[in-house]
């Protein structure tokens, strides 16, 4: 898999290159979806938290070469079932796709959240992402609530 390192974020480099990323994979994701400069300025704030609250947050790049190839971001969350690693965002620019650094990332999510002590760790997907739900089941994860919809 190349020279290809996985690294914690660095706000100073990772910051705008993470934001680039940001409307890709939000309009993969959800197809009605429209990015606007409002929702660009909102992920920025995010991000932002990211600095300011790294008990909470954590993001990992996939680093090629000191380009940012992809990113997961994990934050720790808490609800009526207790604590629990919650994977935000994992992208991957459309080269490194289906290569298996996707699994790369998640790894590095699963040691992280062991190390907290943290018990579970959970996501949503896409049901139409089947690269995106392959790379999960393959990981281990089941589906444990659906979210549904009908048009009207
Ligand atoms: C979803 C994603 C993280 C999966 O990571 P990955 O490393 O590409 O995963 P894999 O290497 O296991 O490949 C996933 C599947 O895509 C297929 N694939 C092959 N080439 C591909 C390409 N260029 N682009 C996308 N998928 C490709 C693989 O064959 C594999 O199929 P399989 O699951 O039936 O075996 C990554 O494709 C991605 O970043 N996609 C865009 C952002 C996104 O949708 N993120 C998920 C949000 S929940």
């Not at 298996?100 to 790894?107: D, F, K, R, T, V």
């Amino acid at each position: 898999m190349g020279n290809l390192t996985v690294r914690p974020y660095r706000p100073a480099t990772d910051f705008r290159a993470i934001l680039d990323c940001q409307c890709d994979l939000y309009e993969l994701n959800f197809p009605r979806f429209v990015c606007t400069p409002d929702f660009v300025a909102e992920q920025a704030g995010r991000l932002r938290q990211v600095q300011r609250r790294p008990y909470e947050h954590q993001i990992f790049v996939l680093d090629d070469a000191g380009t940012l190839a992809g990113f997961v971001w994990v934050a720790i969350r808490m609800d009526l079932q207790g604590v629990f690693g919650s994977v935000d965002q994992v992208y991957l620019k459309p080269a490194y796709r289906g290569q298996g650094y996707g699994a790369l990332l998640m790894e590095a999510v699963h040691r992280h959240l062991k190390t907290l002590g943290v018990a579970y760790v959970r996501l949503y997907v896409t049901e139409s992402n089947r690269a995106a739900v392959n790379l999960y089941r393959r990981l281990g994860y089941e589906t444990i609530r659906l979210e549904m919809e009908r048009p009207l």
